[in-house]
Every structure is written in structure tokens, then in C-alpha cells.
């Protein structure tokens, strides 16, 4: 038998210290990734003879601080909008004597463009840019090549060092905890089992696992920001299903504990429950659990009508807690059905 859980007990299987054992690992990833991406623009920079070397770092350490994909996005921007800088400096030096005017005027339309845009974390490279521009006080092609070679160094730089991230090892780490994960949310409804089988009122802690799943979502999304591989959401819309499942434990928990279950009613709800907690895993397709509470709902309404108010109120409890359990079982269906063939193929059907 599953040993129970009380409130304000830590779930068993949970490692505490591997969420942070885990922001350690990627806190010294990212410091190597800054520090790699920093010193290769800079020597680059430096050994090609810009006017700026250390712009570039500086340009390398902006675009490394966001993900993966969004590093990518904000780079391709960083070149475009490179141009758009150096058109609107030189148009309105051309109206105005004073370079802090010049200054003022670009970068009020630069963040009208970048709001539009919706890029406006590029903003604060091409304030930089129309900085080095006003303060030369003239254009001309060699320092506008000059210019644009300080930017492309830095997000060649950001861009080489930012593939320093092991999505293989990431994924591995979030298989692990998924496992992990599942095999906690079985005995948890093992223990509810167990407990309303005792009739004890102290039912098992959700807290702790809640947390957990939270931490494990960060990790996915993560995951999903730093991985070009196909499919990369999957991890983290698989522990969003889990979160959301543990809203509706939560209702129940509630209902259990404050509604006055007989013990004939008591046992259908627990045999169904420690039924349940049998096929809690990522790859169940919950068809079998459906047509079960299907068949629990059907008997309900073929009973015998209450006779009494007391009778009714008690098959009206048994209905409502049906009827949230068959809302845990509905969010793993509809994550399922949220899957395509592709993503069954890369996930169910191979090893990692």
C-alpha cells in the first residue's frame, strides 16, 4: 500500500535541489557564452582594424543575453535596421546643425519604427550606431563600412557562441523529469485513494509537486527558446497539462474534504481513482479511463431516484466529483489530441 501524504509534507521523489543544481549549470553556460562571445567580437573586431572594437563586444553581449531563436531574430534586425539608422542620421543632420538635436530627432523616429516593428530591444544598438555617427560629424562610405562591420562582428560573434547550449543533454533532463514527474502524480492519487479508503480527512500535499512542475516548465520553455529541433513546445505544453491537472486535484481535494461522502459512494469514487493512478503516463492515451467514468456516469443515472433529500444530496456529490475527475482525465485527452502524427513519431516512437 502507498504510504500516505499529510498536508505540509514534501512529495516523496522530489529532488528540491535540482532546480537549482540545474539554474547553476545554465548560470555558468551563459557566463561562458558572454564571456566567449564578448572576447571573440572584440579580437575580431580589433584585429580588422574598427574604429570601435569594443562596440561590437558590447553589441555581442546584447544580442546574448535573449535565447537561441529570439538572438537569431534580433541579429537578421540589428543588419536591417543598421541601414535604417544611418539613412534617418544622415536625413536629419541634414536639417539641423546641432549633432544632440540630430541625435534626439533619430532616435525618437528609430523607436517609432522598432514599436511598429515590434523589435525594440534592437533600439539600444542603433542608439549606439547614430552615436557614433553625430559624433564624427560627417558621413562618408569608409566610416559607414567601418560601422557596419563593428555590428556584423558582433552578432556573428553572439550567434557562434550562442549555439554553446547542449539541447541533447536538456532534453534528456526534461525526459528524466517527466518520468519522474508522473510516476509522483500516480502515488499522490494512490495515497488519495488510500486515505479516503481509511476515511481520514487528511488528504496528500499538492504544494510541493505544484512547484516542481513550475520549475520543470521553466526548464521546457527553456528548452523550446534555445533548440531549433521540431516540435521543441512539446516538453513545455506537456507540463502545462500536468500544471492545469493539478488546478482541478486542487478542486477536488476541496470537494473531498468538505462534502459528506457516504462510504458506498466513497468506495466508487476511491476504486476509481486507484484505477486511474495506474495509467498516469505520457504516452496514455486516457480512450480506456473515458469510456470507464462513461460507464460510472451511466450506472448513476440508471439508480433508483433518491427518495430522500439526504439521498439526493449525497448522489449529487458523487456526481459533481465524477464529473471533476472526468475534467483531469478531458486535459490529458486534449493535449493527445492536440498532438500531430509527427510529433506522436518524434516523441512516443523514439529513443532519446
Not at 537569431?72 to 549633432?99: D, E
Not at 479511463?289 to 433529500?309: G, N
Amino acid at each position: 500500500m502507498t504510504a500516505s501524504i499529510s498536508r505540509g509534507e514534501e512529495v516523496p521523489g522530489i529532488d528540491y535541489n535540482e532546480g537549482m543544481t540545474h539554474h547553476t549549470k545554465q548560470t555558468l553556460i551563459q557566463m561562458l557564452r558572454l564571456g566567449a562571445g564578448v572576447i571573440l567580437a572584440v579580437g575580431i573586431a580589433h584585429e580588422a582594424g574598427l574604429s570601435n572594437s569594443y562596440s561590437a563586444g558590447t553589441i555581442a553581449l546584447i544580442t546574448l543575453l535573449t535565447s537561441k531563436r529570439e538572438s537569431l531574430r534580433q541579429s537578421v534586425w540589428r543588419i536591417v535596421t543598421f541601414f535604417i539608422t544611418a539613412g534617418i542620421t544622415f536625413l536629419t543632420g541634414l536639417f539641423t546643425p546641432y549633432p544632440i538635436i540630430t541625435f534626439g530627432l533619430t532616435v525618437m523616429l528609430l523607436y517609432l519604427i522598432c514599436e511598429k516593428l515590434d523589435i525594440l530591444p534592437v533600439l539600444a544598438v542603433n542608439g549606439v550606431i547614430c552615436a557614433h555617427f553625430v559624433t564624427m560629424g560627417q558621413f562618408s562610405w569608409t566610416m559607414l563600412l567601418d560601422e557596419f562591420l563593428m555590428v556584423l562582428t558582433g552578432v556573428a560573434s553572439a550567434l557562434v557562441c550562442g549555439q554553446i547550449y547542449s539541447g541533447k543533454n536538456a532534453r534528456a533532463q526534461l525526459r528524466r523529469r517527466m518520468k519522474r514527474d508522473d510516476r509522483i502524480l500516480a502515488d499522490w492519487l494512490s495515497a488519495l485513494a488510500d486515505q479516503l479508503g481509511k476515511g481520514s480527512v487528511a488528504l496528500p500535499e499538492l504544494a510541493g509537486y505544484e512547484r516542481q512542475l513550475k520549475e520543470d516548465l521553466r526548464l521546457a520553455v527553456n528548452y523550446t527558446e534555445n533548440s531549433y529541433a521540431a516540435h521543441a513546445e512539446y516538453f513545455a505544453e506537456y507540463f502545462e497539462m500536468r500544471i492545469k491537472q493539478v488546478e482541478v486535484l486542487k478542486n477536488l481535494e476541496w470537494e473531498l474534504a468538505n462534502y459528506q461522502v457516504p462510504p458506498a459512494q466513497s468506495q466508487v469514487i476511491t476504486e476509481f481513482i486507484r484505477y486511474l493512478a495506474r495509467y498516469v503516463c505520457e504516452m496514455n492515451e486516457p480512450t480506456a479511463q473515458e469510456t470507464q467514468l462513461q460507464r460510472l456516469l451511466q450506472e448513476l443515472r440508471h439508480e433508483t431516484l433518491p427518495r430522500t433529500r439526504e439521498e439526493f444530496e449525497h448522489r449529487a456529490i458523487l456526481y459533481h466529483i465524477l464529473m471533476t475527475i472526468r475534467e483531469f482525465i478531458s486535459l490529458k485527452r486534449q493535449f493527445v489530441d492536440g498532438l500531430s502524427e509527427k510529433q506522436k513519431e518524434a516523441y512516443w516512437r523514439q529513443d532519446d
